[in-house]
């Protein structure tokens, strides 16, 4: 199914002069503040978030899964409901694959249709965390294995994704690696990490040379004893040790009840070491859940860091990729994603609003006060009309989830995939 930039505008007009009031007013009072509002929907504007192929089904637990039905069933229907996303949101122009759930029977008719859609192709995700018919299984480990030949196939499972991704024109690669182990004495806590080192230098060795390795972290699940790669710490050491196109992805889940992900945020940045996010929400763990869902506070305090930091040089803006990593379990996916979007949006907005000046005063005459004034102005700002103005210009709905709605979208899909169809993925 694919929306109609016409379609879109047709159902924006109802919404447009209420819309207008709010703009006009946000604007008013932040003109007088001193901002620059056009720059700031400009920035909104090209902030775009990759969307993952396996976002688009319904998630599960280890306690069951509930389909939602019109699931997409191949590739080329995952990629018409990331052009959904993109025709309402106007926020997302990527996806990111993940082998071998996504392995194109036809490049070039993907690619055809990516293209059409407006959509490029994001970093590749390798999986080594699955058996799927491969000769061994990872269940004990895969770049981190005690057994050689296990590595070198997990190895080469890697170098496989880089080349598909080489002819889609994606431009990275993110590993993220489930080995460790349950028990003590499973396995060797110096040798794993060893042998993971050496496996990701072997990987990285065959990455063309404009490409870039993002190295995921998590300290537990689905091993609970150790993860061989289980904090930021970790992945900085074996990204060094590999090269200077190796660097860290940070999701959001991936970190102990109330980890300072900011201060990880910025520790990265200093050192030009941070590939990028996958973004989430959690209460306890590695709960997946809708961005912004539970600790928008903190989505915020992590973008000041992203938006101070490139401003200062620590690192290049443009150097670092997003994407949503989520698992929707009671949701519709595609409105989950169009919440995301929009919280991601929103927290951005947020974080550019801060007056750098003021804070950095603040910071260095002591005054405590001074300096959670200066969040705090900025995060209780309702700054919606202006991401939702962004999303107007670029040809997107004023209200993207009633957009959604008012069509019947998912009826739609429904009545042309099945109600019992299910996504590729977890």
Not at 14 to 27: A, D, G, I, R, T
Not at 131 to 146: M, P, R, V
Request: charged share 25%; hydrophobic share 35%.
């Amino acid at each position: 199914m694919k929306l109609t930039s016409d379609k879109i505008q047709e159902l924006n007009q109802s919404k447009l002069s209420s819309h207008q009031e709010e703009l006009n007013f946000l604007s008013n009072r932040l003109s007088k503040e001193g901002h620059d509002v056009e720059s700031l929907i400009q920035k909104i504007k090209d902030f775009q978030i990759a969307v993952p192929s396996w976002a688009l089904g319904a998630g599960g637990t280890r306690f069951g899964r509930f389909g939602i039905g019109g699931e997409p069933r191949t590739l080329e229907e995952k990629l018409e409901d990331i052009g959904l996303l993109k025709a309402l949101t106007q926020k997302t122009d990527s996806v990111s694959l993940h082998i071998p759930w996504d392995i194109p029977s036809d490049v070039s008719g993907v690619k055809e249709l990516a293209t059409d859609l407006g959509i490029g192709f994001d970093a590749m995700n390798s999986n080594t965390f699955q058996d799927y018919g491969q000769a061994e299984t990872y269940k004990l480990g895969s770049l981190g294995n005690a057994k050689k030949s296990i590595r070198d196939q997990a190895v080469a499972h890697n170098i496989e994704v880089i080349e598909i991704g080489e002819k889609l024109g994606s431009k990275g690669l993110t590993v993220w690696l489930a080995d460790g182990s349950n028990f003590p004495g499973q396995s060797s806590l110096r040798n794993s990490l060893q042998w993971t080192q050496e496996s990701l230098q072997a990987i990285y060795g065959k990455m063309p040379g404009d490409w870039k390795m993002l190295l995921e972290y998590k300290p537990y699940e689905p091993n609970f004893y150790h993860t061989i790669i289980p904090d930021w710490g970790t992945s900085s050491l074996l990204c060094k040790s590999v090269g200077d196109r190796a660097k860290v992805l940070v999701d959001l889940g991936h970190h102990l009840p109330n980890t300072n992900i900011e201060q990880i945020v910025a520790t990265l940045m200093y050192q030009d070491m941070l590939a990028g996010f996958h973004f989430n929400d959690s209460k306890y763990g590695d709960d997946d859940l809708t961005t912004g869902s539970i600790k928008p506070y903190q989505l915020f305090l992590i973008f000041c860091e992203l938006v101070s930091g490139a401003e200062d040089g620590a690192q290049a803006w443009e150097s670092i990729s997003w994407m949503i990593d989520a698992s929707h379990n009671t949701k519709d996916p595609i409105e989950d994603l169009m919440q995301a979007l929009e919280m991601i949006g929103v927290c951005f907005t947020k974080a550019l609003l801060v007056d750098r000046k003021k804070l950095s005063a603040c910071q260095i005459e002591g005054d405590v006060v001074g300096a959670q004034e200066c969040l705090q102005a900025a995060f209780q700002c309702d700054v919606r009309p202006l991401v939702k103005e962004a999303r107007i210009q670029n040809g997107g709905a004023c209200d993207p989830i009633s957009v959604y709605r008012e069509l019947e979208i998912r009826k739609k899909l429904i009545n042309t995939r099945g109600a019992d169809s299910r996504s590729t993925g977890l």
